[in-house]
């Protein structure tokens, strides 16, 4: 958005002029149409919106893009298609006509791949580490990438870190196992770096002391949890913050995100996992607050996935496994475990889909049993809720955007369904290409849809 404030300035003038000009041929046929053209422009502008990181411009999973299809198919409706060397649950992100995304390939390189949105032509592509190793439902390209229209930033399982400029210039690179010794997690790190404020922040949330069969073990015998800040122009550290817990074996893992949230007194960073959610000051990395609860029964193996959301007061956070999503009042100090719970939902919650707050509702994906929940965000209520009709698990997380949401199965089926006061779903549409484990991100009026092979645009060109 920055890029189409900096030209209002200019643009203003030229309204201001064409204005005059109108004025004195009083409102000529040839003026009405320079009017219409500039007040095209000026609605393009305040609409379109970019998706600069994991769950989008606002951290919650949703864009205020409109004018996106209910539907389509291979001839109506997609954009272009481009073929990708190899599967990923990274979501691409997109700035202007800029889209990046983070894939392996069959060499086993780990690579980031500028497209150009307007057409998906490959601007550039560069190797940021090797190594490539697949467990479970995942490898090491899992995590996505991130950008604030000056560079992006790409992370990978290997615990190699990098920035570039937008024309595929290297400004700098890490690799942070060198430092603190490589990722410890059982199924390949999958935290994405966060970019706010001009800050970098990473998480990695691991198993200390690390097994042996481990995909990305050093001989180092410790392992801190730990919440990093970095400079990204130059990949500097500014600090690091340890994060301990009382989380035991695996459970001391998570692939969740960190996500900033504006508090009262000041920017916080939350970070869930470990068996709890903690808040940590955007300046120094300080905890300033902790909630429990995620994990009552002690269960050595209830790693978390999900990463929390916030909104009015609110924080928003899923226990693994079956645990209920938990409400937490915000402002507190040291543990807030009993008395800043709001409520909890354990009807249907999410071991793996992060949760929707969209249009003053919180939408939670039991991607296993594939159902949606719609719920009051302020109390817990469910307001409706619904099966998707798909027979294959659903492991990205729910986009909301233009008054619907959207998400894809395993086996590359999109489901479209209402935002609205009411369960309603709009369409399936078989994309194939399995398996399919990334988020859709929506931008400019179009959705990006990756599959196993392919990234798809769909929507109107602009």
């Not at 300035?9 to 004195?24: H, L």
């Not at 210039?169 to 390949?188: A, E, Q, T, V």
């Not at 409400?327 to 929707?356: C, M, N, Q, Y």
Request: aromatic share 10%; proline share 8%.
């Amino acid at each position: 958005m920055s890029l189409v404030f900096r030209r209002i300035p200019r643009d203003m003038r030229c309204f201001s002029q064409t204005f005059m000009k109108i004025e004195a041929t009083r409102w000529s046929r040839n003026a009405w149409v320079a009017l219409g053209l500039l007040a095209g422009f000026w609605t393009v502008a305040a609409r379109a919106e970019d998706w600069p990181q994991w769950r989008g411009p606002h951290f919650n999973g949703s864009s205020t893009e409109t004018g996106l299809p209910a539907t389509w198919s291979p001839t109506q409706n997609v954009l272009w298609s481009t073929p990708l060397p190899g599967p990923s649950g990274a979501t691409p992100v997109i700035w202007g006509d800029y889209v990046f995304v983070s894939s392996p390939d069959p060499q086993k390189n780990l690579n980031l791949i500028c497209l150009d949105r307007r057409d998906g032509h490959v601007r550039w592509q560069k190797t940021v580490a090797v190594g490539d190793k697949t467990k479970g439902r995942n490898n090491m390209a899992s995590p996505s990438p991130a950008t604030d229209g000056k560079l992006v930033i790409a992370l990978y399982g290997t615990s190699d870190l990098a920035a570039y400029d937008f024309e595929g210039g290297l400004l700098w690179s890490r690799n942070l196992g060198k430092d603190y010794g490589r990722f410890s997690i059982m199924w390949i790190y999958g935290s994405s770096p966060l970019l706010y404020q001009d800050k970098l922040y990473i998480q990695v949330l691991q198993r200390n002391p690390p097994p042996n069969d481990y995909p990305t073990v050093d001989d180092k015998p410790a392992r801190d949890s730990y919440l990093l800040c970095l400079d990204p122009r130059t990949g500097k550290t500014l600090w690091r913050q340890t994060r301990p817990s009382d989380a035991l074996s695996e459970s001391q893992e998570a692939y969740s995100t960190p996500i900033p949230y504006a508090a009262k007194n000041g920017t916080e960073i939350l970070v869930v996992g470990g068996d709890c959610l903690t808040s940590h000051d955007a300046a120094t990395g300080a905890e300033l607050w902790r909630s429990g609860g995620f994990n009552p029964r002690k269960d050595q193996t209830y790693r978390i996935v999900t990463s929390p959301l916030a909104a009015d007061g609110l924080i928003y956070a899923s226990g693994p496994k079956g645990q209920p999503v938990i409400a937490v009042r915000d402002g507190g100090k040291g543990d807030i475990t009993e008395s800043h719970r709001a409520w909890s939902f354990r009807e249907a919650p999410t071991d793996w889909s992060t949760p929707l707050y969209y249009r003053q509702k919180l939408f939670v994906l039991d991607g296993g049993k594939r159902v949606l929940s719609c719920l009051d965000p302020k109390t817990g209520e469910k307001k409706w809720q619904g099966s998707l009709g798909v027979p294959d698990p659903i492991w990205s997380s729910p986009t909301g955007a233009d008054g619907k949401i959207y998400c894809v199965s395993e086996k590359g089926t999109v489901i479209v369904l209402s935002a609205g006061d009411e369960f309603n779903l709009l369409a399936t549409i078989p994309m194939g290409e399995e398996p399919c484990r990334s988020s859709i991100a929506v931008a400019h009026g179009q959705l990006f849809i990756r599959t196993a092979t392919t990234l798809h645009c769909v929507g109107a060109r602009n």
